[in-house]
Every structure is written in C-alpha cells, then in structure tokens.
C-alpha cells in the first residue's frame, strides 16, 4: 500500500503558513460567499474525490468517520454558514444525507459529502473493502488522506496541477 497526503499547500515555500486553511477565513466582514479563489481550488479538490470514486465504481466502503455539523453552534456567524451552504455540488439538504447507508448513495452524492468536509460541515474517511483503498480528509482545511493499492498509481486519482500538491505520506490510521 502507498500513501498520500494531498493539499493545496507547497511545503517548499515557507509562505504556506500564511495561506488560508479555510474558506471562512477568506470571507470578508458583511459578506456570505466566498471568493472565486476559494471556488477555484475546492473544485480541483473535488475532482480529486470524483476520480477516486471513478476509479472504484461499484466497490463496498466501511466507513471509518463520518460526521455532519449542521447545526448553527458549528458556525461563528450566520454569514459563515450561508456562505458554507451556497453553491453546493448538489441542490440537496446535506441532512438528507446523515442516516444514509454510504455504500447506498450515488457517487456524485459521496463526493457531495467531500465537499462539505472541505467546507467544515462534515469530516468523512472510508477505506475500499476489497483493495484496502483509502480516502479521508484530515479535519483540517484542504488536506486530504489518499492509500492506494501498490498497483495504482497517485496520477490516476489525482491530476498534477497548478495548486495541488502530493505528498509521500505514512498510514494515519495505523495503530503502529
């Protein structure tokens, strides 16, 4: 098995730190969306979980976390949440989403759930049942947990491009 981690951050400029991790860090006062910068990589981001499920079209996940923040305590203001809730992958109430069996749902739904995890309203990680394939955001902003199988490569889930870098990673989940 390989392992990845994959963010928007290059490790080999020391100016990553001052990047943003989260796109209501980016909202400014008064305002309830995000700017189109924040649009730009959440979508490079979600091509990412769209490939993986391409990928494994049709396979069982176990899920090792998924939860929902839904609720107003979640967010520190109501433009950050009206910001988090507009324009969406899908015209959904992602509570529609919080008793669904993850293996029942349409792929385009699962990578829904993705970006809302990119938005700070769900962390989610599952691991393929067949291969031992995983793929988890890292509670934290635009990082992203990849395990492929030693016979798949890293380029056939994520495209190299401008602001999506991939790191050589260890197992997160690994008790060892």
Same mark, same amino acid.
């Given at each position: 098995?390989? $392992?990845?981690?994959?963010?928007?951050?290059?490790?080999?400029?020391?100016?990553?730190?001052?990047?943003?991790?989260?796109?209501?860090?980016?909202?400014?006062?008064?305002?309830?969306?995000?700017?189109?910068?924040?649009?730009?990589?959440?979508?490079?981001?979600?091509?990412? #979980?769209?490939?993986?499920?391409? $990928?494994?079209?049709?396979?069982?996940?176990?899920?090792?976390?998924?939860?929902?923040?839904? @609720?107003?305590?979640?967010?520190?203001?109501?433009?950050?949440?009206?910001? #988090?809730?507009? @324009?969406?992958?899908?015209?959904?109430?992602?509570?529609?989403?919080?008793?669904?069996?993850?293996?029942?749902?349409?792929?385009?739904?699962?990578?829904?759930?993705?970006?809302?995890?990119?938005?700070?309203?769900?962390? %989610?990680? %599952?691991? @393929?049942? !067949?291969?031992?394939?995983?793929?988890?955001?890292?509670?934290?902003?635009?990082?992203?947990?990849? #395990?492929?199988?030693?016979?798949?490569?890293?380029?056939?889930?994520?495209?190299?491009? !401008?602001?999506?870098?991939?790191?050589?990673?260890?197992?997160?989940?690994?008790?060892?």
């Amino acid at each position: 098995m390989q $392992y990845f981690k994959i963010c928007k951050y290059d490790y080999d400029n020391s100016d990553y730190i001052n990047d943003w991790m989260l796109g209501s860090e980016l909202l400014e006062a008064g305002k309830n969306c995000y700017p189109e910068e924040y649009y730009t990589v959440e979508r490079q981001f979600i091509n990412i #979980a769209s490939n993986f499920f391409k $990928y494994f079209a049709g396979a069982k996940f176990d899920i090792h976390h998924l939860k929902f923040f839904l @609720e107003d305590e979640f967010f520190n203001s109501l433009d950050e949440k009206t910001a #988090a809730f507009s @324009e969406l992958l899908l015209d959904i109430e992602p509570s529609y989403l919080v008793d669904r069996e993850f293996n029942s749902l349409r792929d385009i739904e699962k990578v829904f759930i993705y970006q809302l995890s990119l938005r700070d309203i769900a962390q %989610v990680g %599952v691991k @393929e049942i !067949k291969s031992g394939a995983c793929f988890s955001d890292m509670s934290d902003g635009f990082y992203w947990f990849l #395990a492929l199988p030693d016979d798949v490569s890293v380029e056939q889930i994520v495209k190299r491009q !401008k602001g999506i870098y991939i790191y050589e990673w260890y197992d997160i989940w690994s008790d060892d």
